[in-house]
């Protein structure tokens, strides 16, 4: 054996010496004793190796044999003295301690490479197995580079050493020292108290633990330990409950240090994950490559790959830890953001689109015949829109718009400039009512300029269905809406230039790439009236460009938002009856169709007859849901839109798209189950005129999250500050369907707190990018190898 395992021990235990303040108590048996055994048997190692320095550790080893009899002050002068002999041997011979040991590291480091990479199944590595595997599954674990980004979510302060003559109250405390004894007892059947008795030279504790017998074999009396528990008092005395507990040796895993604590489950304990994360520290940490190029770290402060990591798992500070996660949150982000833009650039680069005319007198001629002047806001999108069909690339934006920003008029403005163009247009739309609905509105807005809009649904008959499908294959139709139908493979199209995607979250990555297919290089205009935190937009669409419609048409004036009670009814009927008298309609909007037992929902059928018949008989109410018959809904929203209805019953069908400027009251009952957003967009669909427009949220069994989201849609109007209050409330994990986008969810970086980070992320890829568009240079090797392996087959359309 070599006499450098024997020189760490020894190192260690004068470490242990100084934590018990050199009572002799850091080893069973005594220090002292310890002390001089090691000393020995490394004298007796040291003939082949040589020692000037044999002479020096001989000296010490004989006054090893007074220790126990010198006072504190001489044990503490001997012990601090021996351990700045063993530094300056360090230093007078590093080739003996770091030479073979490093060669040795080397080889270790290859063979694991060798045999283990990052994504290397967890079952393999040492105490884990099969069965363990699988319950490290459930938290997301599979392989080793998993394991390293399974981060703790807080951290217990046990670096704090305390004497037990410094305990003085109840609280958390770590406490080193020698167990002297143990009591046994039961007091009462299936109940059994072990007490030890915990000497550190300056007092005694007792320890305590309940149905833990095997503590007394584990750590036998005359163990030099370190504990961590909690002090409490009885009939006057301390008693330190255990929670953790190491021999002094081995400190510094459990305790003595900032312990962090992890997500866990059923069977897998936080001891048995930090004894984990120790094995793959020492064993597996050279597998883990930097993606992040040397050029980009030299410009930002953030911590590199394996620093920030092992100040996550191993901080000697909260500061510290923090530090550590900003370094991994940086780095996941500039990865997705580097390959949205990468891949993006590929696909741009081997795709060409279509170059569309001015079309500036067709334009002039649309804009003139509108009842409205265009916004600055609205002019600034379209000159953005045009400014892509004008180039040979293939446009991919993203309009967002507020509720009543007027997205439609500026996706007309693109269809307009197509058409001119000699080509196709298509808009999809996510439910056959909305379909419908614009259909109805682009005929209004089209059909003066001599641009004829077909409509196609699933619902659509044979012979219309034939007809459109003839029209689009020649060309002869130039303009058309749709649903999901216009994703079938029977709907070819002649030219399609052009292709609109509304509330684009509501379809899946494959059917918006359906469409597109239907026209290679077609330009791309995905919209959305649900405003998106730009923390989520950086992540869903990472460089595609962006439009925002960020001001309201003139005239328009806030909705006035209410909650109410139940109990308010008649209130609201009289509002609903003031506002009808005055010329104007109401929605009245239920969250399901028939009664419902088990979550005592309202019913759109049984409050259609309370107010049809017993409220307001006089009144011309209608009701409208899902499972009306297409022709029944369309005749109820034309009878509505021509103001032929005085209240509209309804649910969710009209949350979206729906446009009737001539109602001015909203009340959504049942409020409570409905999203922030969801009641924003419902909210959304008076207010479109230049009258004041009222929204009643009736809701009763609140949470605390549902008081906030009624308190949010009081405060405010403005969807963007909505949506980012919806982000802090629900998490990103289900807003706007992104689990439908396709791109990896995040390990570390969290949208509602790493904003900042994230912008620094996106403004370093971008950057990077423009100066290596094809990261074909060395240092975007371990780059280019990620992306590739993270993102393969990542549609970004």
Same mark, same amino acid.
């Given at each position: 054996?070599?006499?450098?395992?024997?020189?760490?021990?020894?190192?260690?235990?004068?470490?242990?010496?100084?934590?018990?303040?050199?009572? $002799?108590?850091?080893?069973?048996?005594?220090?002292?004793?310890?002390?001089?055994?090691?000393?020995?048997?490394?004298?007796?190692?040291?003939?082949?190796?040589?020692?000037?320095?044999?002479?020096?550790?001989?000296?010490?080893?004989?006054?090893?044999?007074?220790?126990?009899?010198?006072?504190?002050?001489?044990?503490?002068?001997?012990?601090?003295?021996?351990?700045?002999?063993?530094?300056?041997?360090?230093?007078?011979?590093?080739?003996?301690?770091?030479?073979?040991?490093?060669?040795?590291?080397?080889?270790?480091?290859?063979?694991?490479?060798?045999?283990?990479?990052?994504?290397?199944?967890?079952?393999?590595?040492?105490?884990?197995?099969?069965?363990?595997?699988?319950?490290?599954?459930?938290?997301?674990?599979?392989?080793?580079?998993?394991?390293?980004?399974?981060?703790?979510?807080?951290?217990?302060?046990?670096?704090?050493?305390?004497?037990?003559?410094?305990?003085?109250?109840?609280?958390?405390?770590?406490?080193?020292?020698?167990?002297?004894?143990?009591?046994?007892?039961?007091?009462?059947?299936?109940?059994?108290?072990?007490?030890?008795?915990?000497?550190?030279?300056?007092?005694?504790?007792?320890?305590?633990?309940?149905?833990?017998?095997?503590?007394?074999?584990?750590?036998?009396?005359?163990?030099?330990?370190?504990?961590?528990?909690?002090?409490?008092?009885?009939? *006057?005395?301390?008693?330190?409950?255990?929670?953790?507990?190491?021999?002094?040796?081995?400190?510094?895993?459990?305790?003595?240090?900032?312990?962090?604590?992890?997500?866990?489950?059923?069977?897998?304990?936080?001891?048995?994950?930090?004894?984990?994360? &120790?094995?793959?520290?020492?064993?597996?940490?050279?597998?883990?490559?930097?993606?992040?190029?040397?050029?980009?770290?030299?410009?930002?402060?953030?911590?590199?790959?394996?620093?920030?990591?092992?100040?996550?798992?191993?901080?000697?500070?909260?500061?510290?830890?923090?530090?550590?996660?900003?370094?991994?949150?940086?780095?996941?982000?500039?990865?997705?953001?580097?390959?949205?833009?990468?891949?993006?650039?590929?696909?741009?680069?081997?795709?060409? *689109?279509?170059?569309?005319?001015?079309? $500036?007198?067709?334009?002039?001629?649309?804009?003139?015949?509108?009842?409205?002047?265009?916004?600055?806001?609205?002019?600034?999108?379209?000159?953005?829109?045009?400014?892509?069909?004008?180039?040979?690339?293939?446009?991919?934006?993203?309009?967002?718009?507020?509720?009543?920003?007027?997205?439609?008029?500026?996706?007309?403005?693109?269809?307009?400039?197509?058409?001119?163009?000699?080509?196709?247009?298509?808009?999809?739309?996510?439910?056959?009512?909305?379909?419908?609905?614009?259909?109805?509105?682009?005929?209004?807005?089209?059909?003066?300029?001599?641009?004829?809009?077909?409509?196609?649904?699933?619902?659509?008959?044979?012979?219309?269905?034939?007809?459109?499908?003839?029209?689009?294959?020649?060309?002869?139709?130039?303009?058309?809406?749709?649903?999901?139908?216009?994703?079938?493979?029977?709907?070819?199209?002649?030219?399609?230039?052009?292709?609109?995607? $509304?509330?684009?979250?509501?379809?899946?990555?494959?059917?918006?790439?359906?469409?597109?297919?239907?026209?290679?290089?077609?330009?791309?205009?995905?919209?959305?009236?649900?405003?998106?935190?730009?923390?989520?937009?950086?992540?869903?669409?990472?460089?595609?460009?962006?439009?925002?419609?960020?001001?309201?048409?003139?005239?328009?004036?806030?909705?006035?938002?209410?909650?109410?009670?139940?109990?308010?009814?008649?209130?609201?009927?009289?509002?609903?009856?003031?506002?009808?008298?005055?010329?104007?309609?109401?929605?009245?909007?239920?969250?399901?169709?028939?009664?419902?037992?088990?979550?005592?929902?309202?019913?759109?059928?049984?409050?259609?007859?309370?107010?049809?018949? $017993?409220?307001?008989?006089?009144?011309?109410?209608?009701?409208?849901?899902?499972?009306?018959?297409?022709?029944?809904?369309?005749?109820?929203?034309?009878?509505?839109?021509?103001?032929?209805?005085?209240?509209?019953?309804?649910?969710?069908?009209?949350?979206?798209?729906?446009?009737?400027?001539?109602?001015?009251?909203?009340?959504?009952?049942?409020?409570?189950?409905?999203?922030?957003?969801?009641?924003?967009?419902?909210?959304?669909?008076?207010?479109?005129?230049?009258?004041?427009?009222?929204?009643?949220?009736?809701?009763?069994?609140?949470?605390?999250?549902?008081?906030?989201?009624?308190?949010?849609?009081?405060?405010?109007?403005?969807?963007?500050?909505?949506?980012?209050?919806?982000?802090?409330?629900?998490?990103?994990?289900?807003?706007?369907?992104?689990?439908?986008?396709?791109?990896?969810?995040?390990?570390?970086?969290?949208?509602?707190?790493?904003?900042?980070?994230?912008?620094?992320?996106?403004?370093?890829?971008?950057?990077?990018?423009?100066?290596?568009?094809?990261?074909?240079?060395? &240092?975007?090797?371990?780059?280019?190898?990620?992306?590739?392996?993270?993102?393969?087959?990542?549609?970004?359309?």
């Amino acid at each position: 054996m070599s006499w450098r395992p024997l020189w760490i021990e020894l190192r260690r235990s004068i470490d242990a010496e100084r934590n018990l303040g050199y009572t $002799d108590g850091a080893v069973i048996g005594g220090f002292s004793r310890y002390a001089q055994t090691m000393l020995t048997s490394i004298l007796q190692k040291l003939s082949e190796e040589s020692g000037p320095f044999k002479a020096r550790l001989a000296l010490w080893e004989r006054q090893m044999s007074n220790y126990r009899s010198l006072s504190k002050a001489e044990r503490k002068k001997i012990v601090e003295e021996l351990a700045e002999a063993l530094k300056e041997v360090e230093i007078e011979k590093p080739e003996l301690f770091q030479k073979k040991e490093a060669n040795q590291q080397e080889a270790q480091a290859k063979a694991s490479s060798v045999q283990k990479g990052p994504g290397t199944a967890i079952q393999f590595l040492k105490g884990v197995g099969p069965q363990r595997a699988l319950k490290m599954k459930k938290m997301g674990i599979e392989t080793i580079e998993d394991l390293f980004f399974h981060i703790p979510f807080r951290y217990i302060d046990r670096s704090q050493i305390v004497k037990i003559s410094q305990i003085y109250g109840p609280g958390e405390v770590t406490v080193a020292g020698v167990i002297r004894a143990y009591q046994e007892w039961q007091p009462r059947r299936g109940l059994t108290v072990i007490r030890g008795r915990l000497d550190d030279g300056t007092g005694i504790l007792s320890l305590l633990w309940f149905n833990r017998k095997q503590m007394m074999k584990q750590y036998p009396p005359g163990s030099a330990v370190m504990v961590s528990g909690k002090v409490e008092y009885a009939y *006057g005395k301390a008693e330190l409950t255990v929670q953790e507990i190491e021999l002094q040796e081995e400190a510094g895993l459990h305790t003595g240090r900032l312990i962090p604590v992890y997500p866990a489950t059923e069977g897998i304990h936080q001891r048995y994950l930090r004894k984990l994360f &120790e094995q793959v520290f020492q064993n597996y940490r050279h597998i883990l490559e930097d993606i992040v190029p040397r050029e980009v770290r030299q410009q930002l402060d953030y911590l590199p790959l394996d620093k920030a990591l092992q100040a996550l798992h191993f901080p000697h500070s909260l500061e510290e830890a923090e530090n550590g996660r900003s370094g991994l949150v940086f780095d996941e982000v500039f990865l997705l953001q580097c390959a949205l833009h990468y891949l993006r650039q590929q696909k741009k680069d081997t795709s060409r *689109g279509f170059v569309h005319g001015r079309g $500036d007198e067709e334009l002039r001629r649309f804009w003139s015949l509108l009842p409205f002047k265009l916004t600055g806001a609205q002019q600034r999108v379209i000159q953005e829109i045009s400014s892509d069909m004008a180039s040979p690339r293939p446009m991919n934006r993203l309009l967002q718009g507020d509720v009543g920003s007027g997205k439609t008029v500026v996706a007309a403005s693109a269809v307009v400039k197509a058409v001119s163009s000699g080509y196709q247009a298509a808009f999809m739309a996510p439910t056959e009512v909305l379909a419908e609905q614009h259909a109805i509105n682009w005929q209004k807005l089209l059909a003066p300029i001599g641009i004829a809009v077909a409509h196609l649904s699933g619902s659509s008959g044979r012979r219309k269905r034939e007809e459109v499908l003839q029209g689009l294959l020649e060309g002869s139709i130039s303009v058309v809406i749709g649903t999901h139908a216009l994703i079938q493979k029977d709907v070819r199209f002649k030219k399609l230039a052009l292709v609109i995607i $509304d509330e684009q979250h509501r379809f899946g990555v494959k059917q918006r790439s359906a469409l597109w297919e239907k026209g290679k290089g077609a330009d791309l205009l995905v919209m959305t009236a649900t405003p998106i935190p730009r923390t989520l937009a950086m992540t869903i669409y990472g460089d595609l460009d962006v439009s925002v419609l960020n001001e309201r048409p003139p005239g328009r004036q806030s909705i006035k938002t209410y909650h109410l009670s139940s109990k308010t009814w008649p209130r609201i009927y009289n509002l609903i009856r003031r506002e009808v008298k005055a010329g104007f309609q109401a929605y009245v909007l239920c969250p399901s169709i028939e009664e419902s037992e088990t979550m005592d929902l309202a019913a759109v059928e049984e409050r259609y007859e309370i107010l049809s018949r $017993d409220i307001f008989p006089d009144l011309k109410v209608a009701i409208m849901h899902g499972r009306l018959k297409k022709d029944e809904k369309a005749s109820v929203m034309e009878a509505f839109s021509q103001g032929k209805i005085d209240i509209l019953v309804t649910t969710t069908v009209i949350e979206v798209g729906i446009d009737v400027p001539n109602a001015t009251v909203m009340i959504i009952e049942d409020a409570e189950r409905f999203g922030l957003a969801q009641l924003h967009q419902i909210r959304g669909r008076v207010g479109r005129n230049s009258h004041e427009s009222y929204c009643i949220l009736v809701a009763d069994r609140l949470t605390e999250e549902g008081r906030l989201r009624m308190k949010a849609m009081e405060k405010s109007n403005d969807g963007f500050l909505l949506a980012e209050e919806d982000l802090k409330l629900r998490g990103p994990g289900e807003m706007l369907g992104t689990r439908q986008s396709g791109i990896p969810a995040f390990k570390v970086a969290d949208l509602t707190r790493d904003g900042a980070i994230m912008e620094t992320a996106q403004i370093a890829s971008r950057s990077y990018l423009e100066k290596y568009p094809q990261l074909d240079n060395p &240092e975007s090797k371990a780059l280019r190898k990620k992306i590739a392996h993270t993102f393969q087959g990542l549609d970004l359309l």
